[in-house]
């Protein structure tokens, strides 16, 4: 069912600028209304200014209008790596951004053996931060 969110999240990885790390990471975000926009890693030689691929699709998306989403595919591994061999879990920082948009049955699409596995926003990320002001 998320075969064709994880082929657009391969396809947005091979935009991924990644000169320091040499890991390319791409991400293919659902909207609730069907819209897909993707993502790649962005480096930088300032290394902490790096943006990875989960918020530069998600940074597009809110640009244009849209904060309803229904689920991410994100593909991650050495440039000339397979990357849908093996699951490449989103970082701490990018779970955060999906909090922000997303409720806890959010679903996150990694790839495993060519084959989508699905997880929830809830499953990565069982306690989020949450201010009451
Ligand atoms: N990266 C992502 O794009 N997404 C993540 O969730 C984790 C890491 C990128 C950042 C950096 O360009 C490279 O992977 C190696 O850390």
Redesign the pocket.
Known sequence: MYKNLLDEAAKAREK?Y?R??G???G?ALLCSDGEIFTG????NLSYSL???????AIFKAVSEGKTDFTAIA?V?AVKSGDCLSEK????G??LQVMTEFCDPGFKIILAENGEPKVFCLSDLMPNIFNSSF
């Open positions: 991924s990644c320091y790390s890991f390319a990471v991400a790649c890693n962005i480096e790096t943006n990875c691929a989960e918020r530069t994100v991650g490449c879990f989103p970082c920082a990018c």
